[in-house]
């Protein structure tokens, strides 16, 4: 069992910047591959970033050049820096862990276990 548990959601101005943690436990937390996806409402959950075991991230191309993934495996935490912000950025943000494999997956389908998710809005 894994339990997650995101933070540092709010409003946010248009150009702006928030930074996203996931405080996770229940199983060691350096042996699985970790995401972030989001869902705006009326939206599909979607893919935002993902970051292996050993560091590899990967990004949506939304989030490509504005967001960064980073992981903290001594305080069993996840991150995304989100810099830019735009409007179309709201949603709820979710972390989630794939703890099944060392597989990176991009689809909600893929992962295992799932925060309750943070909104974050941003106004023009």
């Known amino acids: 069992q894994v339990q997650l548990v995101e933070s540092g959601g709010g409003l946010v101005q248009a150009g702006g910047s928030l930074r996203l943690s996931c405080a996770a436990s229940?199983?060691?937390?350096?042996?699985?591959?970790m995401g972030w996806f989001r869902q705006a409402p009326g939206k599909e959950r979607e893919f935002v970033a993902a970051i292996s075991w050993n560091g590899y991230t990967f990004y949506a191309d939304s989030a490509k050049g504005r967001f960064t993934i980073s992981r903290d495996n001594a305080k069993n935490t996840l991150y995304l820096q989100m810099n830019s912000l735009k409007p179309e950025d709201t949603a709820v943000f979710y972390c989630?862990?794939?703890?099944?494999?060392?597989?990176?997956?991009?689809?909600?389908?893929?992962?295992?276990?799932w925060g309750k998710g943070t909104l974050v809005t941003v106004s023009s």
């Open positions: 989630a862990g794939r703890t099944r494999d060392n597989l990176v997956v991009l689809i909600p389908d893929g992962m295992d276990y």
């Open positions: 229940g199983r060691t937390f350096s042996s699985y591959a």
